[in-house]
């Protein structure tokens, strides 16, 4: 089966070998830039869009990141100096990393002007629109810029977090993201990190080591969040995060992390999963460059000989996954809002995934879309297109940014003879950004959002905008303005707003502005659209009150709801909790998401959650999920020296009396996992150990026990 509108053919390893000898003698190593008409000519873009110029040098050069602040300015990160981290890097302040602001002055479409916003530092990699001016993220910081005179320069310089991860260019602070939550989300890669706010000068500082990054600059806090997402994330309209990592284009963090970190004893914290339905696939449409090819083939030789059956693929598959971008403008066609859009650097292409939600999960499953089974959204000849990230606009188009590089992959990766003869430089001094719009053009009202000067009144309206992007620019607006005189008309939209999106909206508003209150959290919690019920559980940690109504929750058909619930009710810590947890526990025992929210809370990683199971059903037959979940619980009673003992001695009880081993060998593992190489060391565990293989009769048990008592 082959798409409609664009053929590819699979390359596989030893074509792509004989054209690397080819290459060699017939033709240069790596071909030349085109101009940008050109490498539009060399796209094949799906056939309901077309893509525009609109800014191409020398107004951009080494564009990574882009962003549009309320009044439809455009500020773009520009990365001179990449691969700074991995050759030879510049000290601070002598950087040819640059921010430039692009101007449109005849209003064609297309930049004709840009003014240098801020220029000499090396390590800039994503910026957003904030206040007066922008966010910016460049390790070891991430910073405040505002121009004050109006001169299109920025003048003011603010350092708000430092200590960041500083090595390899691609694994750094980045992807700034200001999300309906009112939190700003930073991707880190899970890097290690020290991290001060130079508005908290006497906090103590966070270790970010395994973690992303959140904050919020209105209450002064910040803290860890899930990981790892590399250059790419993205947040939907319900507040769902996806990451992009390379080789793997789509992650979403399923359980955030302030709910991972609630104690230290989770067997694991990694929150996030791949959601792809589909492989590494790639319909590329450039053969892999020469170095690429030679690598490969040297890999491919190694593995031969070393029996080991790999194959290496040179091409066709993901390897430069980057900017995962949610469209949420309002311009294109039905069937495309939510969609995730991916830029592949490597493969010289842009992918795109449809979200579904799962239906017994709290996740999502991407997929391709039936016209895309076969192909992608946009695929090019030219070898030098690389889509790094993307940007939905105020216009509601989708704005694509090709940093435009002969090469793009670090040099660390290369072998260092291959590495002599690749010209790094070769683009330096250019780039593109490429505007995607439908062929066929909505007609759309725009007399409030061209407004120049827009009050307060007319942000509250904005958050009932058809487009995701001009909803969340009302809300930031409303909140850093803090005008209290807006609350009745967005109290008045929250209740009766016959869109979810914009009730949510309003909701968050509402508490940015500090007037949530009780009975309004008590409202959503009886939402009849799941986003809304979701958020309100994450609310309703705030009402102690409202307690029973998250248990309510706890049986609602949406997963997600049922699973933030669960979430949520776990911040609170009573017996009363506790059961509720083991019935979750019990109904969910087959989902390892479920699973984890029951033990990241207090009372689920306690002695007492396994008594609280013993009042439900769930010891009545064996399964290896609920193994599974008493061998996590055994891990975390043992790191936490806390109540192991009692757990093993229970269930071994239980073992016996079910005839069932697998009980008492999924606790004694978990004991095992959590002793590590040094072994048990609590003396009443010990005691607990020696006991059951002294009495037990089972072969398996004892000779489990006889090799763990030995370490």
Known sequence: MTSKYQVVGYRAFMVTSLLFGFWSCKQPKYPGPKTAEESIAAMTVHPDFEVQIYATEPFVKDPVAMTFDEKGNAYVVEMADYPFSDMEPNPPGKGNGRIVYLKDNDKDGVVDESVVFIEGISEMTSVMAWKKGVLVTAAPDIFYLEDTNGDGTADHKEVLYTGFFTNNSEAQITNLTFAIDNWIYASNHGQAGEITSTRQSDAPALSVGGADFRFRLDKELYEKETAPAQFGQTLNDWGHRFMTQNTVHIQQAVIPGRYMYRHAFLPSTRGVENISDHDLRMYQVTPAPYWRAERSRRRQETYDQQGKGQIEHPDGHFTGASGGTVYGGDAFPDGFYGNIFTGEVAGN?????????????????????????????????????????????????????????????????????????????????????????????????????????????????????????????????????????????????????????????????????????????????????????????????????????????????????????????????????????????????????????????????????????????????????????????????????????????????????????????????????????????NQAVKSSLKTIMDTSTDESVKSKLSELLKI
């Open 349 to 681: 292409l842009v992918h795109r995934d449809v979200l579904t939600a799962h239906k017994t999960s709290p996740k999502y499953v991407a997929s391709r879309a039936n016209e895309d089974k076969e192909s992608e959204f946009i695929t090019s000849t030219d070898s030098w297109f690389r889509p790094t990230s993307f940007a939905v606009s105020p216009d509601g188009n989708l704005y694509m940014v090709d940093m435009y590089r002969q090469h793009i992959e670090t040099p660390m990766s290369i072998p260092e003879d291959l590495v002599a003869e690749m010209d790094y430089k070769q683009g330096m001094d250019m780039g593109r950004i490429y505007r995607i719009v439908p062929k066929n053009k909505k007609n759309l009202d725009r007399t409030l959002t061209d407004k120049e000067n827009k009050t307060t009144a007319d942000y509250v309206k904005l958050l009932a905008h058809e487009s995701q992007w001009w909803r969340l620019q009302a809300q930031r607006k409303l909140v850093e303005a803090q005008d209290k005189s807006v609350i009745p008309s967005v109290t008045e939209l929250f209740n009766n707003s016959a869109d979810a999106r914009f009730r949510l909206h309003a909701l968050y508003t509402l508490e940015g502005l500090g007037a949530l209150t009780s009975d309004i959290v008590k409202k959503a919690l009886a939402d009849k659209h799941e986003g809304v019920r979701e958020h309100a559980a994450i609310l309703a940690e705030r009402f102690p009150e409202n307690k029973q109504l998250l248990v309510s929750l706890l049986d609602d058909q949406a997963p997600r709801v049922a699973f933030q619930a669960t979430l949520s009710l776990g911040q609170f810590n009573d017996l009363f909790v506790t059961d509720q947890l083991a019935k979750v526990a019990e109904k969910n025992v087959n989902d390892p998401w479920f699973r984890m929210a029951v033990l990241s809370a207090n009372n689920g990683a306690s002695y007492e959650l396994l008594k609280s199971l013993n009042k439900t059903s769930f010891f009545a037959s064996y399964a290896d999920e609920k193994g599974q979940l008493i061998n996590d619980l055994a891990f975390i009673l043992t790191r936490k020296d806390q109540g192991a003992d009692k757990l093993l001695n229970d269930i071994a009880g239980l073992a016996k009396s079910k005839g069932e081993s697998k009980w008492l060998l999924g606790a004694i593992e978990g004991v095992q996992k959590a002793s590590g190489d040094k072994g048990v060391q």
